[in-house]
């Protein structure tokens, strides 16, 4: 029974060994920029004097604001971007603090709940 069991358990290891020793196909994917396009479309609008003082009037820090920013998801920051996109030339600036001031808002919100998820996490961690 031994002999058998050690048989099988030697053929895996063969086996696997063997294996380990193919060759895998390379597999390269593209690597977006376009994230990093939107990101530094925000960050042209946050840079202009009129976004700054706006968000000052709404007590934003704009340094603040470019931290959020930087703090997007790939999707948020195209969706942010796209939005400003959609705005009409030489108008609709107060839509466009509205917008940053609520992508703002979402970013603080998940970093809340992040940070309460993470703190469940660490009390759960302690009760054991």
Do not use: C, W
Not at 79 to 84: C, K, Q, S
């Amino acid at each position: 029974m031994k002999s058998k069991l050690r048989r099988s358990i030697v053929s895996v290891l063969i086996v696997s060994v063997f294996s380990m020793s193919l060759p895998v196909p390379a597999q390269a994917g593209i690597v977006g920029t376009e994230a990093a396009a939107d990101r530094e479309r925000i960050a042209a609008v946050l840079d202009r004097e009129e976004v700054r003082t706006r968000l000052a009037i709404h007590g934003v820090d704009p340094t603040d604001a470019k931290a959020r920013v930087a703090a997007l998801t790939d999707e948020e920051a195209s969706r942010l971007a796209a939005e400003i996109d959609a705005l009409p030339s030489g108008g609709g600036f107060e839509s466009l603090v509205i917008v940053v001031i609520y992508a703002v808002a979402a970013v603080v919100a998940l970093i809340i709940v992040a940070v309460r998820q993470a703190g469940k996490a660490i009390e759960a961690g302690r009760a054991n």
